[in-house]
């Protein structure tokens, strides 16, 4: 596979897109940046392939020297990025390129598609978060999206429906091709889930140069609301105490979750997920498969919640965004997600043709 992507690479056309980038200046940038700030860096180049990482980036600077454009330069830092299978960590054409060139995006994308496992399901998902009464006794929640804007909308469904909610003793969560957000976003939903005491491994930060300017940038947000204020703040003195270390702000392996009660209703409560429900929406599944009620169904999710707290970086060329994740999970090295996913309890073939319907029997029966 690298074989044919320094093959693409060497014959790419190079196009008269965006010529001030000078693609040497950005890789050297990438390179670097992803050296010292990427929080799973140490943990996917060691000494076993260290030689043919070094050779790997070598060839593929050769290329960005003699590169010109933003096409072709986007392809050898994604071609470099993509060595560490991590979804989080990325480089992106930024949204302008994107609405100027849209053509030219869709082509250089294609290059780096997957083809799936397994066949996709064809089902139209409802990209709108709501609530549906199925029966008398199983209510549909919709979270399609867990962006920190739809934490409003969720909270304030619950709250119209607080009522009902206390009657129903199904309940069906669809959060299938759910990209995550932030896991403030579902806090509404936990008391209604909960069921038993359940635990939750931190999250550690990378200490580096960098990762201190980024976050004390964030810090200048006049948006930033005060908890993730003093979060950011405790974070980046203890990566000024530590440098070139991981810190861990909660200063603790695990956290116990136990609330004072537990709610008779809903009495069971079916997860419904597939490949594309990722990063805070497996944040959310770990907690909550936890509890006795819980149930999940569907198809492995996503995989992509080891390394997490992803920063913008400053890359060089403005036509293209570099994101890196200068977090990881104490889960790690003994539970891993990423590229595997958290499988269901009870899988459901992508050919179901109503896998709604499909659990809605399991719940009723």
């Known amino acids: 596979m690298k074989k044919i992507l320094f093959c693409f690479i060497a014959f790419f056309p190079i196009s008269t897109f965006a010529q001030n980038c000078d693609c040497l200046v950005n890789f ?8 010292d700030s990427y929080s799973g860096y140490s943990d996917k180049v060691k000494s076993k392939n260290l030689k043919e990482f070094n050779n790997f980036t070598e060839r593929l600077r050769k290329r960005a020297a003699n590169a010109t454009g933003t096409d072709s330069c986007y392809v050898i830092l994604k071609t470099f990025v993509n060595y560490f299978k991590d979804q989080h960590l990325r480089v992106q054409l930024d949204w302008k390129y994107r609405k100027k ?23 139209r998902l409802d990209n709108q978060t709501s609530i549906k009464q199925l029966s008398a006794n199983t209510v549909l929640l919709r979270l399609p999206s867990f962006e920190w804007g739809e934490k409003k909308i969720i ?41 038993n005491p359940t635990y939750i491994k931190p999250d550690e930060y990378r200490s580096s ?14 948006d930033i609301s005060g908890s993730a204020k003093e979060l950011l703040s405790n974070v980046i003195g203890l990566m000024k105490l530590h440098p070139n270390q991981f810190v861990n702000p909660s200063g603790k392996e695990s956290f116990e979750v136990k609330l004072d009660s537990v709610y008779s209703f809903p009495q069971k409560v079916a997860i419904l997920i597939d490949r594309n429900s990722a990063s805070s929406t497996e ?10 009620k819980v149930k999940v169904y569907g198809e492995n999710s996503a995989g992509m919640l080891d390394y997490s707290s992803y920063q913008y970086f400053d890359i060089p ?3 293209l ?45």
């Open 155 to 195: 909270d304030s469904l619950f709250k119209a429906n607080y009522e009902s909610f206390k009657k129903i003793p199904n309940w069906i969560i669809d959060v299938r091709g759910n990209g995550g957000g932030t896991d403030y976003a579902f806090n509404s939903l936990l008391p209604y889930i909960y069921a």
């Open 28 to 35: 050297d940038y990438t390179t670097s940046h992803i050296a």
């Open 209 to 222: 140069e960098n990762n201190i300017a980024v976050l004390e940038g964030n810090l200048k947000d006049p």
């Open 317 to 319: 060329c403005a036509d």
């Open 283 to 292: 944040s959310f599944l770990l907690m909550v498969m936890q509890s006795k």
């Open 321 to 365: 965004n570099l994101v890196i994740p200068i977090a990881r999970s104490k889960r790690l090295p003994q539970y891993p997600i990423d590229n595997i996913g958290i499988a269901p309890n009870v899988k459901i073939k992508a050919t179901e043709k109503d896998k709604i319907k499909f659990v809605q029997k399991r719940l009723e029966r």
């Open 101 to 123: 060139y849209p053509e030219q995006v869709k082509q250089l994308n294609k290059f780096f598609e997957k083809k799936p496992a397994s066949p996709a399901s064809d089902e």
